[in-house]
């Protein structure tokens, strides 16, 4: 029998977190979010993942594409959604919530291509945690793959991509449901991806921060490899 008392509860408590992420905490650190929120859609689960049937509830999630502002001169790509409390009992101390992660990439100019990115992986982060591609566990810091071609689906050298925890917004941040922590996407070339595999990805994260080429993403940059 359902419990309809407790369904109102999970369902406050849903609502209040969703709102204290995006309407306090994401101002706060992000400031303007742009025009909204660009939500997961029907479409990008059958193109990418050839995926037919989702849980409704996934697409309510979605990615913010936030300006530039005066103390932060480069554009910001965050999904809000992937730590929204889905199946939390409101009676449960819950350290994480949802998935205990959100995706963020940041680039230093306005990126369509990075919109469309960040969307695909948080899909697939929910594919991931539905079960849908076997025992693969959601992404997580130090995560590397490639993407089947160049980021920005044109001619950068930037061909794959690896997680690590975000340098810009480093903390765990707690909302009533439960903690979260950003996911931050670094692009890399193939040569980039090799190197990293073959001595040591934090010692190529400083490598690409020594460059200019990290955390920000620039798909027109070269390979530093």
Known sequence: M???ANDGAADSLLETAWAQREETLYTTLFGDLGPGIYPLDLSLFEQMFNCTQVDPRWLHI????????????HWVYVSSGLSNPWDDNPDDDEEWTGLGRELLLEC??????????????AAYQMLLAAGRFGDQEPLDAWDRMSVGGPIDGQQSALSAIIMVPS???PEEYQLVSGKFAFLQI???????????RAHDFEDLLQMLGERGAAPLVDAARGSIV
């Open 2 to 4: 359902t419990n309809l």
């Open 62 to 73: 979605g990615v913010f594409e936030c300006p530039p502002t005066p103390g932060r001169p």
């Open 108 to 121: 230093p100019q306005q990126s369509p291509w990075a919109l469309t990115l960040v969307r695909r992986f």
């Open 167 to 169: 340098e810009h917004y």
């Open 186 to 196: 670094i692009g890399l070339s193939a040569a980039e991806l090799a190197h990293g």
